[in-house]
């Protein structure tokens, strides 16, 4: 980050120009000053001074001043990659969807907001500073770049320590090995990393710590994250300060490959790799002062792999290619963020298209080779190297399994979960998604993930155990309460929020108000986000403070209108006292700002319903199934309500177009049982009731009910 300079713009002021869906903006100097006509935040053309400039290589952005306090990110932005490459020329970061003002992307809004989506990162000692009673920031830095204290931390101690070395000179020097910073990034002292000469890759001769002081620390800027507290401290677990995220399914592939829609950064991609494994940290290939590699092109690779047998082309196996492909080709393939900004993958994976058909993931060869399918590639290289498939990243079937509602997700997800040779990100993941399969014979999985030394593994557990009932929970999650890392700490204060205080053994209130209290501390730090209020309002709802929750989520939605989480929790609140009729207003308010939230017509459905206006309920319902047609849920309860109308045949086949995509349902696959068995069909019944044994073998009354079904079966003649 920049003052907008004449030595500091990149982009063309010179009168320039952009066409984006209709909208002209120009580009302009006058008075010293760079500023740039466009759309504001009512949709009327108006002009606006730039500040600050965002970024240089590949492309560079633009801050705008508010009154309020907000920097704004501009969504046109600068290439400024060299003309012969496509560059210098403005360009629109969502080039193919038409951001209009009303927009939760559009520049003036809530996530292009730099206060919050961007200041941590791009300057040095962030001071949010905002002010929720007056929606205003006076966000502060104390240096607007990226200085030493970014990594290092508050430099006092250091510079004390430097002028106390001064004093002595030159009669010596005083021995203190920290020099008076706060920690010293020294996992690589003493580390080598000799290479194999039979296998040819290098081994680290000190076993790496859990905590890896220095991945954490480059975590900061470098995962997708979210802060709750601003006094971070180079060294220690992420999630002593930030909510970090996991191998979510809308960033990545069920095996952990980045997808395009969403950047991961390199953080949670690095931590699943087997090089982290290994005890790699990110300055064995990264100079982190000078931000260069350690060494030229794939040279930084052959540190470590051995050339004879990696830069071979025995191992490549395209020696007519020139230029041959090199070790990022092939194990770091690149996906292109922000239109022009291509990023690798850090998790370092063996190229799998045997996987691609079955997981309906991309890999390295397709990559190369579109015209081609999956099953071509997958052939060549069992040729070139032998029919066993190897691979750090195991846990693909386990996640697609999962997303799927496969027969053996809940099976597969407790393997990952229960394996220590898995990244501690893929067994965290696993147990999250366990959540929805948790059982007696996988709580144990829960307990273990409890006591992991990885905090991301600990909050995946509690993730785990979220669907248990309040009173079996404490027992399980109240230790966490007093967990050294913050971010456990919270999740299980509002994992634990739904005990009553009355229930809660007198020994553990203290720590749970403790923990509470740097809940809510956390939300109000993010008051200025709908996220943050509507999960304060939760917590809030859970503690029986109605009112106060109540005061949250108008908050959340005055915030941005079209945040339909609020609106639909705001609803519930409503449901729970007696109070649909205004729930249903709620709603609509949401939906007129966000038509196209499933979720909102959804929940609308379900409101209409206890109103008793059944035919408006269905007519929502069946819009949630048209906008998400993936959703088993909405797909589900579009059926009841279908067979409840009288449209029985309609009900089966809606529920058997959703067990297409999840096989494993239980709840699709009851209600295929009972629909079936109403209409008459007998054979259709005991097919899915036998379905729904192989998932739950051990179900007395089920098999009870196939023993009946099959005594009802016509006899053959």
């Not at 009327?44 to 633009?62: H, M, N, R, S, W």
């Not at 100079?287 to 025995?314: I, T």
Request: glycine share 6%; aromatic share 8%.
């Amino acid at each position: 980050m920049q003052h907008a300079t004449d030595t500091t713009m990149l982009g063309n002021f010179n009168d320039a120009s952009f066409d984006y869906y209709g909208v002209h903006s120009r580009f302009f100097r006058k008075d010293g000053k760079f500023l740039v006509e466009t759309d504001g935040p009512d949709g009327k053309f108006a002009v606006f001074e730039v500040k600050y400039t965002f970024g240089i290589d590949p492309l560079q952005q633009y801050l705008v001043e508010f009154p309020d306090g907000r920097l704004q990110a501009l969504s046109l932005a600068w290439d400024s990659r060299p003309q012969d490459a496509g560059g210098q020329r403005w360009f629109h970061l969502y080039p193919n969807e038409e951001i209009k003002h009303d927009d939760v992307l559009h520049w003036t809004r809530l996530n292009q907001n730099w206060n919050f989506m961007c200041a941590e990162c791009h300057s040095t000692g962030v001071a949010k500073n905002y002010d929720a009673k007056t929606d205003r920031f006076a966000t502060t830095w104390t240096e607007i770049s990226v200085g030493c204290e970014a990594c290092h931390g508050h430099s006092s101690r250091h510079i004390a320590w430097a002028r106390d070395q001064r004093s002595w000179w030159p009669f010596g020097k005083r021995d203190d090995q920290r020099m008076g910073l706060l920690v010293r990034f020294d996992e690589r002292h003493n580390a080598a990393w000799p290479i194999d000469p039979q296998g040819g890759t290098a081994r680290r001769t000190v076993e790496p710590a859990p905590l890896r002081k220095e991945v954490e620390t480059c975590g900061l800027c470098h995962a997708r994250r979210a802060g709750f507290k601003e006094d971070w401290e180079p060294g220690q677990w992420l999630s002593q300060t930030h909510v970090v995220e996991a191998l979510a399914r809308t960033t990545y592939y069920p095996d952990g490959q980045n997808r395009d829609v969403e950047e991961p950064y390199n953080y949670t991609p690095f931590k699943q790799s087997k090089m982290f494994a290994a005890g790699v940290t990110c300055s064995d290939c990264h100079e982190p002062h000078s931000a260069k590699l350690r060494a030229s092109s794939e040279g930084v690779c052959l540190q470590c792999h051995a050339p004879d047998k990696y830069a071979d082309a025995r191992h490549r196996r395209h020696a007519s290619v020139d230029p041959p492909p090199t070790c990022i080709s092939c194990h770091m393939p690149a996906r292109t963020y922000m239109v022009v900004d291509p990023r690798h993958d850090h998790s370092f994976r063996i190229p799998r298209p045997d996987l691609s058909g079955t997981l309906a993931t991309p890999n390295a060869c397709n990559d190369c080779h579109r015209d081609k399918s999956p099953q071509w590639a997958a052939a060549a290289v069992e040729e070139w190297f032998g029919p066993n498939r190897g691979g750090f990243q195991t846990y693909g079937a386990a996640f697609h399994a999962a997303r799927t509602d496969a027969a053996d997700a809940a099976t597969l997800l407790a393997a990952i979960a229960a394996d220590g040779k898995a990244p501690p990100v893929a067994r965290a993941t696993a147990l999250s998604e366990l959540a929805s399969h948790i059982s007696p014979a996988n709580i144990g999985a829960a307990r273990s993930g409890l006591a992991d030394p990885d905090p991301m593994v600990r909050i995946g557990a509690l993730d785990m155990i979220e669907n248990l009932p309040a009173g079996q929970i404490w027992s399980i999650a109240s230790p966490l309460l007093a967990d050294p890392v913050r971010g456990v700490r919270i999740r299980a204060a509002s994992l634990l929020a739904a005990v009553p205080t009355a229930s809660q053994p007198p020994a553990d209130r203290q720590r749970f108000d403790r923990a509470a209290k740097e809940f809510v501390d956390a939300q109000r730090f993010n008051a200025d986000r709908p996220e943050g209020r509507t999960t304060l309002a939760n917590f809030l709802a859970q503690r029986g403070q109605a009112p106060e929750a109540e005061a949250e989520y108008k908050a959340a939605l005055r915030l941005n209108p079209q945040y339909i989480a609020a609106a639909i929790n705001l609803a519930d609140l409503y449901r729970q006292h007696g109070r649909d009729s205004e729930g249903e207003i709620i709603l609509r308010s949401a939906l007129a700002a966000a038509p196209d939230e499933a979720a909102g017509h959804h929940a609308l459905g379900l409101t209409l319903a206890r109103l008793k206006r059944p035919d408006e309920a269905l007519a929502e319902f069946r819009r949630a199934t048209e906008l998400e047609p993936d959703s088993s849920q909405y797909a589900y309860v579009y059926a009841v309500a279908l067979h409840s109308d009288g449209q029985r045949d309609e009900a089966v086949a809606v529920l058997k177009e959703a067990l297409k995509n999840h096989p494993g349902d239980h709840d699709i696959l009851s209600a295929l049982i009972s629909f079936n068995r109403t209409i008459g069909d007998v054979a259709a019944a005991l097919a899915y009731a036998e379905q729904l044994a192989a998932i739950m073998p051990d179900d007395r009354n089920l098999a009870a009910l196939i023993g009946e079904l099959r005594r009802q079966l016509p006899k053959p003649n």
